[in-house]
């Protein structure tokens, strides 16, 4: 790391990618027999994962090995780990000590214990025997060795904990609020090891079956030349604004973030390059650093890759792919949209210099770049047309056809190339730096886009799997490595075109080493968070965390977020995000939706884990630990503790838009029509440049103190506008609960009647309370209409008291929870039923109306301040 303070050192290139590799693919990198080795069994690791993910994966693979995939994936990852991490800091980085290579046989052997066992264990209904658990015992150790080697001590010492729980959950010194009966050896070894429940879980089975791929797919499209392309382009359009380098940062790291998962890795490679223009500007070292933390993790938040945390969504929430990237989309856009004003506020508050003496429009550049992400988004929409016309031409050939139309394209772009000079890496410390211009370099790299077309058409417009959208985008990289140096030399006159290809293969088998190399840490993270997720489900402590959270905040919904943000932090501080968003989302989610609807609000699982996820990315961010900082840090040379305070203060619009999403679903594009994301999308960006302009302290001038206030409760207008259209007029109206079937009768089919439910817990037999939402059928009469729901209701003298509801009804899982056998009787303590509201987007006009006083306020201070003495 680079030392901090006044007389902080910047890191040199090698040491940088030093740094890189010792937290995200291993500083381990021995030369000669050994070193090939290993850089054998990580390039098996990739083709065995692209096998996997092939179409014809039932014909290249034995089924055994297929079913046995997470084993093989975890076996991989930890012979790897223990080859490529050094176990401390004064172990050997160019060699492997013969310990290291029995840990690492011993742990992929006991990975791969299922597999080689697996008639046993499947006889046995998988429960462990007396050899099993000792061998499952042993590789939870490994495992957690290895997983401290790679992601460091935090995660092994966090599972230790769970698992330590497991055991000794009954003993005196645990707590009383969480104590549990406790669990044999055997038992806990069949549910961790042996099971899907634990290691080989949920978690491990996405990394193996997605996030593979699109770590590999990121490494191999880095490795063609995109990364670079990307970030000339940025550079390219906005550089000579003023503050151009970082304004590029923030488009660059965007881009980058696209296919690539790790903050810091998504730093240096960006880092490198527009830190020191930044300085150039007149950015602090701690200024330019916090500006590429911002942009990087940011871009962890953005689809399609999200880092693993979008594969898991899907699984851990029950929606389609497509669903979660599109909740994801606007969030991320408008949090990108604020940085860059955020850097330009910096530009302005600073009077910063541009960069170069080309005259360039910020209307024009502005434009041009919508123009061009318009025009992607466009082109990837209509190939589906001509892809149908080619389906209904040849029906039995069309895979083929349209395969050599992606060559045929490919190839023509790739001349377009050869036109011009291949782009090289600059020195942004030559004093002669001259920016790329865009009309000059944007030839170079459009085939770069091909891949990126063919992901997001499969994803998007065919809608397969996140694994095989990623393994057709993967073959295409394939074809790109292997042939775009040979065939740039063909273009250019046909010269050396045979070393060209020995080239491109070289390029090909390093990007499918750095894939592998790169997936290291998440599959063991995501194993070793198995491990918590299974301590869960065995114990229960989910229902004990939700009462103790419930106990610490006080029924209050706010207060509960606070809390799961601030765990999240915490935990972040050491754990990678895709084991943080794991392990928090594991232990609060179902917490949050829980209170939630105890409050009376409903919030949608997505919005939660989405809440947890914005939060781990965070802890990349936040001293003392954040580690993205403290890369930015050795690339500037600036203090790191400093660096993370400016870098989380630039990212609050990060912190504050999991709060909005929670209470305006809207945001996440839940149940909204085409024209109301369009409006939502445009007044949440209206809202985070206003925010924005509130927290930096600089709209159009200086602000005073009250115009930042203002600025603020402008932007929690635009964000929530129900909050204060409920003041006016509430959305609903009270009624006894007795009237229940004439409210049902009343109401038009698809509307929402709340009921506030109280009655004994099933488990603690104390008073618990619930909001349940009941939508109305399309059946006639108000009593067809009740039965549908399922509810028993019965007016016992005013009261509403309910029997157990009808099994398999929408309402008998919202009500488990309830014992309806008990002295207390389960009742309906509240009817809420919708009234006629005006719209609430009518808040956006004096909310429209104060940012405009306060902007013709400003327009006038500011004239005065220019006029001359």
């Not at 530009?347 to 919508?370: E, H, I, Q, W, Y």
Request: charged share 10%.
């Amino acid at each position: 790391m680079a030392r901090t303070g006044g007389g902080g050192r910047a890191l040199s290139e090698q040491e940088l990618q030093q740094l890189v590799a010792a937290s995200d693919s291993g500083a381990r990198n021995p030369a000669g027999a050994v070193g090939l080795f290993l850089a054998a069994v990580a390039l098996c690791w990739s083709l065995f994962q692209v096998a996997l993910a092939s179409p014809m994966a039932n014909v290249i693979l034995p089924s055994a090995i297929i079913n046995n995939s997470r084993q093989i994936h975890l076996a991989f990852a930890i012979f790897l780990a223990f080859c490529a991490y050094p176990a401390l800091k004064s172990s050997p980085r160019r060699s492997i000590p013969v310990q290291d290579w029995i840990l690492a046989g011993l742990g992929a052997f006991i990975a791969l214990y299922g597999y080689f066992f697996y008639d046993k264990i499947v006889r046995s209904g998988g429960l462990a025997d007396d050899t099993d658990k000792w061998f499952a015992l042993a590789g939870l150790v490994l495992l957690f060795e290895a997983a401290r080697r790679a992601l460091g001590p935090a995660m092994a010492v966090i599972a230790t904990i769970f698992l330590l729980y497991v055991f000794f959950g009954s003993a005196n010194w645990v707590p009383d609020v969480i104590q549990w009966k406790g669990a044999s050896l055997q038992k806990a070894m069949s549910h961790m090891w042996i099971t899907a429940e634990g290691v080989f879980g949920i978690a491990l089975g996405v990394s193996a079956r997605f996030v593979f791929l699109f770590v590999l797919f990121g490494a191999l499209l880095d490795k063609a030349g995109a990364g670079n392309y990307f970030i000339k382009m940025a550079f390219g359009a906005l550089g000579h604004l003023r503050g151009g380098p970082a304004k590029a940062a923030v488009v660059g790291s965007a881009a980058t973030g696209l296919i690539s998962g790790s903050s810091i890795a998504n730093v240096v490679t960006t880092g490198t390059f527009t830190i020191p223009l930044m300085k150039r500007v007149g950015f602090t070292p701690e200024r330019a650093g916090a500006v590429e933390v911002a942009s990087s993790v940011n871009g962890q938040i953005m689809p399609p890759v999200m880092g693993a945390a979008a594969f898991l969504m899907v699984e851990y929430v029950g929606i389609s792919y497509v669903e979660v990237i599109t909740h994801a989309f606007l969030p991320a856009m408008i949090s990108y949209i604020a940085l860059v004003y955020i850097v330009h506020l910096e530009a302005v508050k600073r009077n910063m210099p541009a960069l170069g003496d080309r005259v360039v429009s910020l209307g024009r550049t502005v434009g041009g770049m919508f123009a061009f992400f318009a025009g992607f988004a466009a082109l990837c929409y209509l190939v589906q047309y001509p892809v149908g016309w080619v389906v209904a031409l040849v029906p039995d050939g069309a895979g083929w056809v349209l395969a050599a139309l992606v060559f045929l394209a490919y190839v023509a772009l790739l001349a377009l190339a050869a036109t011009v000079p291949d782009l090289e890496p600059d020195d942004p410390n030559s004093g002669d730096l001259r920016l790329p211009v865009v009309s000059e370099i944007y030839k170079s790299g459009l085939h770069f886009l091909l891949p990126i077309i063919v992901l997001v058409y499969f994803l998007m417009i065919e809608q397969k799997s996140p694994g095989l959208s990623a393994f057709w985008a993967t073959m295409l990289l394939f074809a790109i490595l292997l042939t775009q140096r040979p065939l740039k030399a063909l273009f250019r006159g046909g010269r050396a075109m045979g070393p060209a290809f020995v080239q491109g293969f070289g390029d090909l088998v390093s990007g499918l080493i750095a894939g592998a190399r790169n997936m290291i840490g998440i599959a063991l993270a995501t194993a070793t968070a198995g491990v918590i997720v299974g301590t869960v489900t065995l114990t229960g402590i989910g229902q004990v965390m939700a009462d103790l959270v419930e106990f610490v905040s006080g029924g209050n919904l706010i207060l509960m977020l606070v809390f799961v943000g601030l765990l999240s932090l915490i935990l972040g501080m050491g754990l990678p995000t895709t084991a943080n968003y794991i392990v928090v989302s594991s232990l609060m989610a179902g917490v949050v939706v829980q209170l939630g609807a105890q409050s009376g609000l409903i919030v949608p699982l997505i919005a939660v884990h989405l809440f947890v996820f914005y939060f781990g990315i965070m802890a990349d961010v936040t001293p003392p630990v954040g580690l993205a900082s403290f890369a930015a840090a050795a690339v500037s040379g600036g203090d790191a503790i400093r660096t993370g305070f400016t870098a989380f203060f630039y990212s609050l619009r990060t912190v504050a838009l999991p709060f909005f999403f929670i209470f305006n679903t809207d945001l996440l594009l839940i149940d909204v029509t085409w024209t109301q994301g369009i409006l939502v999308f445009i007044v949440a960006t209206v809202a985070i440049l206003v925010f924005t302009a509130g927290t930096m302290g600089w709209f159009i001038t200086r602000n005073r103190l009250y115009e930042s206030a203002a600025l603020i409760a402008i932007a929690f207008a635009l964000f929530r506008p129900d909050y204060f259209m409920n003041r006016v007029q509430p959305p609903f109206a009270d009624l006894p609960p007795a009237q229940l079937e004439q409210a049902l009768d009343e109401a038009a089919p698809g509307d929402q009647i709340r009921l506030r439910v109280l009655g004994p817990d099933f488990n603690t037999f104390a008073p618990r309370e619930t909001s349940l939402v009941v939508t109305v059928g399309d059946q006639a009469g108000g009593a067809a209409r009740l039965a549908a729901t399922g509810l028993l209701p019965e007016d016992r003298g005013g009261r509403m008291v309910l029997d157990e509801p009808m099994f398999g009804t929408p309402v008998a899982g919202a009500l488990r929870a309830f014992d309806f056998y008990g002295d207390e009787p389960v009742e309906i303590t509240a009817l809420r039923v919708p009234q006629p509201q005006p719209p609430k987007e009518l808040i956006y006009l004096p909310a429209l109306l104060l940012l405009g006083l306060v902007a013709w306020a400003q327009l006038g201070r500011a004239r005065r301040q220019e006029a001359p003495a």
